[in-house]
């Protein structure tokens, strides 16, 4: 394994930035359009169960079936990596804007209506109030579409562009484990430290959250 | 030669000839089915285990978090790589698969339980067993189908991939499509497999349906004034406990 | 008759939830263990059906020690209410209600077909029997809980807070049904609570716990109010002591005026039948605020004479007719003739 990673050092590099781009790209761009369907979803209670059931249809494609079957739809070659963003920013979309409803759902209604009645106006309650209050569910389930994309960026390589999926099929033609170890522990790696940050992420902007815990 | 496309064609749907759809579906049902079994043979008494005793929660707790972080595609390769080509390696990585959703959401559905509940099994004279089977387990049943539901969805997405080292499945249509530039072919897998696993979500949604006590989802019970806010809540929760899946 | 002998039960890390604890539960009656939280009376009550195990020290329960006995058939045959009733929510009323006697090994359908006998005896509609649990109110899910309990008719019941969680009407209701119904089962109770009030008007016996599971004082409700052991249990008692002891002591002995008599400048007045209508006083006349018999407490007494308007309390007979007149100050002298008795008693 070493002796691969010395031999291989740039090309391991380059297949591990290629997998984080393609990992965190999608993450945000489906968060960030997550957060306008989730709130919808909220505001106009009869789509909070269509959206569970889209979601549910959504998260259940094989990613392998998905990734193949967006350049006909897309219009992109069958190598494109926006191929892997659409896909893996499709299934972020599906799994945050049920996570943002439900993050919102959470918020006290006591707190919602002591922020009404002091004079917020809904969209100013929304920023300052629901959506602070919201975030621990949230990244909550970012941290589940964070680490899920990692794992998926790598069955990619199956239509040439995976990231350290290169590492897996490259070992795999070879009949060589080490290529496939040193893909699998960065591949684990890589997404235990986006947990991570994400975990960090939270402490910092819910320090509320500790002290109620720490109390408990 | 039929012109028509792939999905239509007569002969791709003729279940005698290997290869056609209803072969591969059969051979894909096949291996989820046994990866499935196997690690529920596995995984549920240690869940139950340890969501009754409290004992290693760590371990249950930290397993669907950890198992969500394998890459599919390099676990295959990986024990392809030691063991061989074959269904046997094939098996074993779609159990390991199987193992952590299943630990972590009978683990979780055990441990969701209202202790009071509980409490008062024991107390009317339950045996430890008589509290897992008759009490906990009708009551964890939400979250662990949930879990299963998740790892059942795991293993038919990784059941495709499978197909890379050699496997029959639905797979086989989407790797041998690609590498024969036959995209009629590919179109053809992506949708039967995605049908199939949005059909065996349904199923399961389906079974959930059946088999949880109407008690616990509010299903269909009279809704009487003084108590509509408890059941609202009650049936709020179990809608919220179908834990998303990994594609 | 349930007797603790020298239990002691300290728990893994260390903290000590019961002290030397000898006490004897008298058979067919309630007996309330009470005190502030980690006082160790509900550790105490699980003790009885082997929900915890003491550490050193014997529990006996008829004379046999229950450690001795298998904790599942032991159990079956206690009652065991709880806070929230935890009752089963993927069972419907009839069959949680069947839990106990199933457990036996009687037929489901047997079994079922005496929950509704037993719904109407905790006071619900028999039509409750198909419902689940979420769809019941607090206060009915508490009852079906009793109604569970008693299932198999058990002859010792143990009760752990059952009516705290119940809002305060509901809580009272469920108080004084509970009453009717041991008046007609006679079980041997034994029921944790942390409300000194709960525990005055439900308990034959009052066994007040001290935080490090010390048993602080043992005794009836009045032994309680008019002479605790201590400046604990004075303090866990709580204000108006002496006012809420007097409702232990009938007003049958309390010695009476004449109705035709004027007490305090005012006459009673009567209609045809003699029950009393008023007060005839130099100002005009005035409301009575009430009567009592000889069956009500002094504390009736007390308040009558403390609301009436000419600070006298009117008895009446069975049929409502006055006979009697009692003035505050009349109370006063009682009592002080009482406490010289008792003292005389104790010199």
Known sequence: M????????????????????????????????????????????????????????????????????????????????????VALGLYTLALMARTVADGLRSVDPQVVAAATAMGYTPLRRLVAVELPLALPVVLAGLRVAAVSNISLVSVGALIGVGGLGALFTRGFQLF?????????????????????????????LTPWTRASAGRA | MDESPYLFRAANWDPSRPGSIPDLLLAHLGYTGLAVLVG?????????????????????????????????????????????????????????????????????????VDPAAVDAARGMGMTELQV????????????????????????????????????????????????????????????????????????IALVQRRVVSPGITGRGLARSRETAGTRAAVAGDSADRRAPAAP | MITFEAVRKEFGDGTVAVEHLDLQLPAGQITVFVGPSGCGKTTSLRMINRMVEPT??????????????????????????????????????ADNIATVPRLSGRSRREARAAAGALLERVGLDAALADRYPAQLSGGQQQRVGVARALAADP???????????????????????????????????????????????????????????????????????????????????????????????????????????????????????????????ADGTAPTAGTFTAADSLRTVADLALLSPVGVAVRVDAAGRA????????????????????AGERV
């Open chain 1, 176 to 204: 060589w484990t080490a290529p496939i170890l040193v893909g699998v522990v960065l591949s684990v790696l890589l997404a235990a430290a986006a947990d991570l940050v994400i975990v960090l992420v939270q402490r910092a």
């Open chain 3, 323 to 342: 006979d009697g007149l009692v003035a505050h100050h009349d109370l006063v002298d009682h009592l002080d003739a009482r406490r010289a008795r008792a």
């Open chain 3, 56 to 93: 050193s020290g014997r529990v006996l329960l008829d004379g046999r020690d229950v450690a001795a006995q298998d904790p599942a058939e032991l159990r079956r045959g206690i009652g065991y209410v709880i806070q929230h009733a935890g009752l089963f929510p993927h069972r419907t009323v």
């Open chain 3, 155 to 281: 002859p010792v019941m143990l009760m752990d807070e059952p009516f705290s969680a119940v809002d305060p009407v509901v809580r009272e209701q469920l108080q004084r049904e509970f009453l009717r119904l041991q008046a007609e089962l006679g079980k041997t109770i034994a029921l944790v609570t942390h409300d000194i009030d709960e525990a005055v008007v439900l308990g034959d016996r009052i066994a007040v716990f001290r935080q490090g599971g010390h048993l602080a004082q043992f005794g009836t409700p009045q032994e309680l109010l008019e002479r605790p052991a201590d400046d604990f249990v004075r303090g866990f008692v709580g204000r108006d002591r002496g006012f809420r002891g007097l409702s232990f002591t009938g007003a049958g002995d309390l010695p009476v005026r004449p109705v035709a008599e004027r007490v305090r400048g005012a006459a009673l007045v009567l209609d045809a039948a003699g029950r009393p209508t008023g007060w005839e006083t």
């Open chain 2, 132 to 203: 897992l089977f008759r009490v906990e387990l009708p009551m964890a049943l939400p979250v662990l189908l949930g879990g299963l539901r998740s790892a059942v969805l795991q293993v038919v997405s990784t059941a495709t991939v499978a197909a890379y080292a050699g496997l029959s499945g639905l797979g086989r249509l989407l790797i041998d499509g690609l590498a024969l530039n036959d995209y009629g072919r590919v179109v053809a897998g992506a949708v039967v497999v995605a049908a199939l696993a949005v059909a065996l979500d349904l199923l």
């Open chain 1, 2 to 85: 070493i002796q691969y990673l010395s031999q291989n050092g740039d090309a391991v590099l380059a297949a591990l930035r290629q997998h984080v781009v393609l990992a965190v790209l999608p993450l945000l761009l489906g968060a960030l359009l997550a957060l306008p369907v989730g709130y919808l979803a909220v505001r106009f209670r009869w789509l909070y169960h269509p959206l569970l059931n889209v979601s549910g249809v959504v998260y259940a494609i094989p990613s392998l079936a998905l990734f193949v079957t967006l350049p006909f739809v897309l219009g992109t070659r069958i190598l494109d990596p926006l191929n892997i963003v």
């Open chain 2, 40 to 112: 529920l043979a596995i995984a549920l008494p240690v869940g139950f285990w340890i969501g009754h005793t409290g004992r290693g929660s760590f371990l249950a707790i930290n397993a669907g978090n950890a198992g969500r972080a394998l890459p599919t595609l390099g676990l295959l390769s990986l024990v392809v790589t030691l063991m061989g080509l074959g269904l046997t390696p094939v098996v074993v990585a779609l159990v390991v698969l199987v193992v952590p959703p299943i630990l972590t959401s009978s683990y979780a559905g055990i441990r969701s």
